[in-house]
């Protein structure tokens, strides 16, 4: 049985319109101004149809298949994905959002965030070939000479040329300032770059002919951990002066990884034997440069998570209504047949509604995201740049972790609606699962991002900024026209987070380890809260409108309050453990 798909236009439309009012935004940005909502239009419809006839189809023939390393470095990508890249370059979606100056078509976050979450929905594994290049692109566009931007920026945007980031080696994962990768200084201002990373996507295939890997290394002489990190360009092929291709680079895969999922997407261990690497930026300040790509990855992640939901709740809610199974809650629906529609049962209407809930939780606030991106990018003011800057820094681990959390747990539950059939391949169900397991790990894992919000975001300037986006929605709140219930329970939720981070924020002065023994349920409470802010922006957006859409909205909103958002309270009261308490468990207790 092959999976089912139909991009839901109308929920992105009023994400895009009627909630965050994109046409108004652009029009009063000057760098946004020439945008127009007939052409956005067009582009989120040719989307559906490249991912719906061209993506869908290559899902479970591309997992069945998965990349294959051919040995002597060569990787081959399952069939069809080579015709699809070429249709996919072609059409300019990679550089869809890319700098007008070397070809892209600078469109903004809010549309691209739409045109990723389709190709994320329809297959997993092809995006992230794209995915990867693109974030090398933005990597080089805030970090690179002008000569190395003209250089790779078109190859890049057009596809002819892929993008990787090479970062973790087999010792060295999160600890990023353990790297062992060496760059030696040459006379001619290039480094020889001798190392081995593992867990390259997209390290080597044959859907370009070149590839771009962004390697991080330490230079002779480089200070100990993350701040002797440096940044290097380091191609397949090294290019020529005039843009043709030359000789191979030192460069290679070793292998690739045999995955739980996504497994159409080559995942290569790289070896670097006396490569040629070109210095981004300067020495030493190459992590940050990193991030700026690293970061992208985050929130495109929640994206993925975002669209696996979508996929595993469209297949759950046309196999629920078709499914003949004893009868309804409500008694005999149907006395002509001998058993219903599994689609009448509480604990399935559970399941389904759970996984609709958080799909468009999740993606309202990942265009909240994406309109602070483009504020912080386009804005006028320095001010007010800075401000979206920091709350995109703010929210960036809560996109990427709680996004694939509550991802998971959907795709579980459209799994289990499916019974035994959602066990065995054919039906797609566990596929699904399997390929959305990665979007919690990879990326810096979940616990990391965790960590990253409570650490770095929350603890290190005693709640400004969180007390900031708290007082922002207790703002909206207070200028809500309405009386839908989430108002009320989202205020008591502002009240609660506000309380919980800074008794943190507080028990962190005379417990420095109280973060790593509160960070996940910490970021779990936030999570239920920007999602019931986004459903109380939803039902904004839906205040006096008639009609089933409308509708449906302010009902989800209802469930939301009533069988969601129940579980912030529990996170907070769960967050307030202290470490103490987790390190009575000694290491002998871990046998």
């Known amino acids: 049985m092959s999976l089912i798909y139909t991009a839901p236009l109308d929920e992105m439309r009023f994400t ?3 909630v965050f009012h994109a046409a108004q935004f652009w029009a009063t940005t000057p760098k946004l101004d020439h945008m127009d ?17 061209v993506l869908l189809p290559l899902n479970q023939s591309g997992d069945a298949q998965g990349a294959r390393y051919l040995g002597d470095g060569q990787v081959a990508v399952p069939d069809g994905f080579q015709e699809a890249f070429r249709q996919y370059a072609q059409a ?97 201002g290039s480094y020889t770059i001798t190392g081995t990373k593992i867990f390259i996507t997209g390290g080597e295939h044959d859907l370009s002919e070149n590839i771009i890997h ?49 497994k159409a997407s080559a995942t290569c261990v790289m070896n670097f034997d006396g490569a040629i690497g070109f210095l981004v930026g300067e020495e030493n300040a190459g992590l940050a440069a990193m991030f700026v790509m690293m970061n992208y990855e985050r929130v495109t992640m929640g994206l993925q998570g975002l669209g696996a939901s979508v996929l595993a709740y469209q297949n759950a809610t046309a196999y629920a209504q078709d499914r003949l199974q004893g009868r309804h809650d409500t008694g005999v629906a149907n006395p002509q047949k001998n058993a219903d529609p599994i689609v009448g049962f ?30 912080a990018k386009f804005g006028q003011q320095i001010e007010e740049r800075q401000r979206a800057s920091a709350k995109v820094a703010l929210l960036t681990p809560v996109c990427k972790a709680f996004l694939t959390d509550k991802a998971f747990e959907a795709v579980v539950e459209c799994q289990q609606v499916f019974g035994g059939h959602g066990y065995v391949t054919e039906w797609g169900m566990e596929q699904i ?17 965790a960590l990253d919000l409570l650490g770095r975001k ?58 790593n023994a509160s960070a996940v349920n910490y970021l779990h409470t936030v999570g239920y809260l920007c999602y019931a802010y986004m459903y109380l922006l939803v039902v904004d957006a839906s205040h006096h409108k008639e009609g089933e859409f409308y509708d449906s909205r302010r009902a989800l909103a209802d469930y939301f309050v009533a069988q969601q958002l129940p579980r912030l309270f529990c996170h907070a009261q769960m967050a307030r453990v202290d470490s103490a308490t987790m390190m009575t468990f000694d290491s002998s207790f871990f046998v």
């Open 16 to 18: 895009l319109k009627e």
């Open 37 to 53: 909502m007939d052409t956005v239009e067009m582009i989120l419809e040719e989307m559906a149809h490249f991912a719906t006839k």
């Open 92 to 188: 300019g979606w990679i550089g869809l959002g890319g700098d007008v100056a070397y070809g892209g078509q600078g469109m903004p976050k809010m549309v691209t965030m739409l045109t990723e979450e389709m190709l994320f929905t329809t297959n997993q594994s092809f995006a992230l070939y794209p995915n990867l290049t693109i974030g090398a692109s933005i990597c080089l566009l805030a970090a690179a000479s002008d000569e190395q931007k003209q250089r790779y920026l078109h190859k890049l945007y057009a596809g002819e040329w892929t993008g990787t980031m090479c970062l973790t080696e087999a010792h060295a994962g999160t600890d990023l300032g353990m790297i062992k990768t060496k760059a030696t200084p040459n006379d001619d």
């Open 214 to 262: 962004l390697v991080l290394a330490k230079t002779p002489n480089a200070p100990a951990g993350s701040k002797g990190i440096s940044l290097f360009i380091v191609p397949k092929f090294l290019v020529n002066d005039d843009g043709s291709l030359g000789r191979r680079n030192g460069v290679q895969a070793g292998s690739i990884e045999h995955k739980m999922g996504i």
């Open 346 to 375: 509480a604990d399935v209407r559970r399941m389904l509604l759970n996984a609709k809930a958080n799909s468009v939780a999740a993606r309202t606030f990942a265009m909240y995201v994406a309109k602070h991106l483009d504020i």
């Open 433 to 449: 699962v399997r390929d959305t397991r990665i979007a919690q790990i990879y990326e810096g894992t979940n616990g990391i991002q």
């Open 458 to 515: 929350v603890v290190k300037d005693g709640g400004v900024s969180m007390m900031a986006f708290l007082d922002e929605i207790q703002e909206d709140c207070q200028r809500a026209k309405h009386q839908h219930g989430i108002v009320t329970a989202l205020m008591k939720a502002v009240q609660e987070v506000r309380a919980l981070t800074q008794h943190l924020c507080d028990v962190v002065k005379q417990d420095k380890h109280a973060i």
